[in-house]
């Protein structure tokens, strides 16, 4: 499993000219999931996700998390962040999930996202074709992967 975090001022999504997901300050976090990913995968990256301290304190210092500061946060689902370009220019897709398999593991990250944030959080729509938009904060963006924990 792997994710894309991106601190913003605001970020939103957009599906067929209707917008599904908007927030002001938080995360716009990108999900890419893989057949081997489990339950594990998930407890560890919602947990390091709302306890990630780069949010500004007082002093304006990266010292605070999403659940210190109160922000929020978007999930999208995001199968190309498993894109292999290793051969020829047309990037292969064949690491990431298949729907079937993914669905339900991105409902359950949604769920252990709002378990341990304590409230709920907003998403775009698994396999749609989404419009993303984001005022990225900093710019903060961090890349995590649940499998080599870094």
């Known amino acids: 499993m792997k994710v894309v975090i991106q601190r913003v001022s605001e970020a939103s999504v957009t599906i067929n000219n209707n917008k599904v997901a908007s927030i002001k300050k938080g995360l716009l976090v990108l999900l890419g999931i893989v057949n081997e990913d489990t339950q594990e995968d998930i407890d560890w990256l919602c947990n390091k996700i709302v306890n990630l ?4 304190d007082d002093n304006g210092v990266m010292n605070t998390s999403l659940i210190d500061s ?10 190309t962040l498993h894109a292999s370009t290793k051969k020829g220019n047309r990037p292969s897709y064949i690491k990431a999930a298949k729907p079937e398999l993914a669905v339900p593991i ?13 409230k709920s959080i907003q998403t775009g729509e698994f396999g749609a074709d989404m419009k993303v938009s984001l005022l990225n904060d900093g710019p903060v963006t961090i890349i995590i992967d649940s499998k080599n924990r870094e």
């Not at 109160?70 to 199968?79: A, E, P, R, T, Y």
């Open 53 to 56: 301290r780069i949010f500004p």
């Open 70 to 79: 109160n922000s929020d946060i978007v999930l999208v689902s995001q199968f």
């Open 106 to 118: 991105y409902k359950d990250f949604i769920q252990s996202l709002e378990t341990k944030l304590g």
